[in-house]
């Protein structure tokens, strides 16, 4: 079974950062657009960023833009989000997911607009805590 896990989740701060990491070993992601989802308690689960196959294109939703950048390093076959500027409300379950040749196509004026079945593959999850 195909698996893409994520690290680099865990307690930070108010304002404080993490690098999130998204990687597999099944098959190389410069093939594929990585989407970055989040799942609060009790809420929906929302897409906040992805970065396009092809030429690398980058969306985010309007509630992290400025503060998260996502990049691929195609040597690590790994994909990142660099949160900063944390907050309380950033607090969830972060997933990576990975969709063959996309191109981020429901990323759209500042929000993820699909259902999340574009995606071919998902990770479990690795949990963002900010807190004081």
């Known amino acids: 079974q195909v698996q893409l896990v994520e690290s680099g989740g865990g307690l930070v701060q108010p304002g404080g950062s993490l690098r999130l990491s998204c990687a597999t070993s099944?098959?190389?992601?410069?093939?594929?657009?990585i989407g970055w989802f989040r799942q609060a308690p009790g809420k929906e689960r929302e897409g906040v960023s992805c970065?396009?196959?092809?030429?690398?294109?980058?969306y985010y939703a309007d509630s992290v833009k400025g503060r998260f950048t996502i990049t691929r390093d195609n040597a690590k076959n790994t994909v990142f989000l660099q949160m900063n500027s944390l907050k309380p409300e950033d607090t969830a379950v972060y997933y990576c997911?990975?969709?063959?040749?996309?191109?981020?196509?429901?990323?759209?004026?500042?929000?993820?607009?699909?259902?999340?079945?574009?995606?071919?593959?998902w990770g479990q999850g690795t949990q963002v805590t900010v807190s004081s």
């Open positions: 997911a990975a969709e063959t040749y996309g191109t981020c196509t429901y990323y759209s004026g500042g929000a993820y607009l699909g259902g999340g079945h574009e995606y071919d593959y």
């Open positions: 099944a098959f190389t992601l410069d093939y594929s657009s």
């Open positions: 970065i396009s196959s092809g030429d690398g294109g980058t």
